[in-house]
C-alpha cells in the first residue's frame, strides 16, 4: 500500500530582549538606621527596608585558614574583626537553617565579639548568626550609630538567625560598622550568609543627561510582550551600575509617558542597573518619552533630564511542527506530530498546516513556502512541506 510520510520544517526563533521602566525609590525620613529580624531563621527576602540586596558569592579561599575580610559582590571588601576561621556548611560547621550550604566564618573565642567593618557607601547589610554549642543562647549586634537587635535567643542546631540594618536618613548617618556579641556560654559563634545594598560614592554628579532614542527590544518570551529598561540604559555617563544611586541622592524616578499618557511600570528602582517591566503591546513601534529626577533627603528636586526609547519587536515568531490529522468526516484524531503517515487513498490537502506562537502577536500567519515530493507509484512517498511564519511586525 502506497503511503505519504510528511516531514515539517520551520526556522528558529530569534532571541532579544527590550524594556520599559518607572522607578520611585522612597526613604523614611525617622531613624537613621533601622533594625530588622523578622525573617528569624527563614531564608533571606530579597529586600531589606526599601533596598534590594545582593548575596555575596561564594569564598573561593581554602576552609579552615583564618581571614580578615570578604570580598563585597558591589565592590570593596568587608572587614572581620578579629580574624574568623573560614568554615562551609557541612565542612567545619555543622548546621546553619533554611537550607543553606555556603560559606560561614567562626569565632571561636567565646568572650570576645566580631566587628564587621563596612565598605563605603553601604545602606543595607544582612547577615546570619548561629552559637558553636548546640543549644540556645543570645546573640546581639549593634550598628554604629547604636541601633541594636537586641539580645536575640538563637539555636546552634540549625538554628542561624538573620540581622539586618539598613540606612533610613543616609544625608544624616551612614553604616559603617556592626559589632556582634554572644552568650560566652555559647563557645563562640559563626556568622555568614551575607547580603548588601551600596550607594556609588564614585557617581555624585547632578548634571543629569538623559540619552535620546534608545532602543530597546521587546522580550522575546512567547505570548508575553513585554519591555524592560534600567536607569542605566537611561542616564548617560553612569558607572559601577550595581552600586546604586549616588550618596547623596536620596531616591529617583523615572517616568515613561505615551504623549501625556503615564506607562505603568511593574516595580521601584533602588539601583542603577535594576530592572523594571511593562506592557508593551499598545507601544509597539512608538517613541516614548522619559523622565529621570534625583531628590535629595529633604524631598526636594536636584536635577531632572528627559529623553527617548523606542520598542521594537525583533523576536521571531516559533512555529510548532505537532500538526494534526483528523478524520474528515467525524473530527476524531486520528494522528499529531512533526511526520504524518496517512494511506494513499487520502488527500494530502487534509493535513492541517501547522500554528505558530510569538511574543506580541496572537496569531502570527503561517505559509507554505516550499513543498517536495519523493518517491512515486504504488510505494512510499515523502512529502516536505516548509512553512513561514511572520508577526504583525514583519518578524
Not at 510528511?6 to 532579544?16: E, I, R, S, V
Not at 559601577?240 to 503615564?262: F, H, I, M, W
Request: glycine share 10%; charged share 15%; with cysteine.
Amino acid at each position: 500500500m502506497k503511503h505519504l510520510n510528511f516531514t515539517f520544517l520551520h526556522p528558529m526563533k530569534l532571541l532579544l530582549s527590550l524594556g520599559l521602566l518607572l522607578s520611585t525609590l522612597g526613604l523614611g525620613l525617622n531613624a537613621q538606621v533601622a533594625f530588622d529580624g523578622s525573617p528569624g531563621t527563614a531564608a533571606p527576602p530579597s529586600t531589606l527596608g526599601i533596598y534590594t540586596m545582593t548575596a555575596f558569592d561564594a569564598d573561593p579561599r581554602p576552609l579552615f585558614q583564618n581571614v580578615s575580610n570578604a570580598e563585597s559582590p558591589l565592590g570593596g571588601t568587608i572587614g572581620l574583626v578579629p580574624s574568623l576561621n573560614h568554615r562551609r556548611i557541612g565542612n567545619g560547621w555543622a548546621s546553619w537553617s533554611h537550607g543553606y550550604t555556603g560559606d560561614v566564618y567562626f569565632n571561636s573565642d567565646a568572650n570576645a565579639s566580631v566587628t564587621i567593618n563596612l565598605p563605603a557607601g553601604t545602606r543595607a547589610f544582612y547577615f546570619y548568626a548561629e552559637p558553636e554549642a548546640f543549644a540556645t543562647f543570645t546573640v546581639e549586634a549593634v550598628a554604629n550609630n547604636g541601633t541594636t537587635s537586641g539580645p536575640i535567643n538563637t539555636n546552634g542546631l540549625a538554628g542561624a538567625n538573620y540581622f539586618g540594618f539598613y540606612v533610613t536618613q543616609p544625608g544624616a548617618a551612614v553604616l559603617t560598622q556592626i559589632v556582634i556579641t554572644a552568650d560566652p556560654a555559647a563557645n563562640g559563634f559563626a556568622i555568614g550568609e551575607f547580603g548588601i545594598a551600596a550607594c556609588n560614592p564614585a557617581y555624585t554628579t547632578h548634571a543629569l543627561a538623559c540619552n535620546d532614542n534608545v532602543q530597546l527590544s521587546i522580550t522575546p518570551d512567547l505570548n508575553i510582550c513585554q519591555a524592560a529598561v534600567t536607569l542605566d540604559m537611561i542616564l548617560e555617563g553612569t558607572s559601577d551600575a550595581n552600586r546604586g544611586l549616588p550618596c547623596d541622592v536620596q531616591y529617583a524616578t523615572l517616568e515613561v509617558k505615551s504623549g501625556n499618557r503615564l506607562v505603568h511600570l511593574s516595580n521601584p528602582l533602588t539601583y542603577l542597573d535594576q530592572e523594571t517591566h511593562f506592557d508593551a503591546s499598545a507601544y509597539l513601534g512608538r517613541t516614548l518619552t522619559t523622565k529621570v529626577t534625583y531628590y535629595d533627603f529633604n524631598g526636594g528636586i536636584i536635577n531632572s533630564c528627559w529623553g527617548s526609547i523606542t520598542l521594537e519587536d525583533k523576536a521571531r515568531p516559533v512555529i510548532n511542527c505537532e500538526v494534526e490529522y483528523r478524520d474528515p468526516k467525524t473530527g476524531a484524531l486520528l494522528q499529531q506530530g512533526d511526520v504524518i503517515t496517512i494511506d494513499c487513498t487520502v488527500d494530502p490537502d487534509l493535513i492541517a498546516a501547522p500554528i505558530a506562537e510569538d511574543n506580541c502577536d496572537p496569531f502570527p500567519n503561517v505559509n507554505l513556502i516550499d513543498e517536495t515530493v519523493v518517491g512515486n507509484g504504488c510505494g512510499v512517498v515523502t512529502i516536505t512541506r516548509t512553512f513561514r511564519a511572520t508577526d504583525n511586525s514583519g518578524n
